[in-house]
Nanobody
């Protein structure tokens, strides 16, 4: 069973930065594409960004483009979400997800970590 464990959430002020981590309990991690999603209260879960396996190419939602960066450390089996210039509308529970086939089919999910941005 593949486990994803997130960490790094918290309460910050608008304009601050925060880095989330997601560690995967699987040696094949380097081949997985990894995605970040978020869900705000009363809203549907939305895509934040993604990093491919092998190439480490990234894509981002328009709402976070230029502010958020996803990168990975395949030795540590960890993917990171660096969030800069945070806004109150970034407040949500953030989830990482694993896509082992690089087909945008996320088979594994973390438990989520809360990010709250105060104005």
């Amino acid at each position: 069973q593949v486990q994803l464990v997130e960490s790094g959430g918290g309460l910050v002020q608008a304009g601050d930065s925060l880095k989330l981590s997601c560690t995967v309990s699987r040696a094949a991690f380097s081949r997985y594409a990894m995605g970040w999603f978020r869900q705000a209260p009363g809203k549907e879960r939305e895509f934040v960004g993604r990093i491919n396996g092998y190439s480490s190419d990234t894509t981002y939602a328009d709402s976070v483009q230029g502010r958020f960066t996803i990168y990975r450390d395949n030795i540590k089996n960890t993917v990171y979400l660096r969030m800069n210039r945070l806004k109150p509308e970034d407040t949500a529970v953030y989830y990482c997800a694993g896509d082992p086939t690089n087909t945008r089919t996320y088979e594994y999910w973390g438990q989520g970590t809360q990010v709250t941005v105060s104005s």
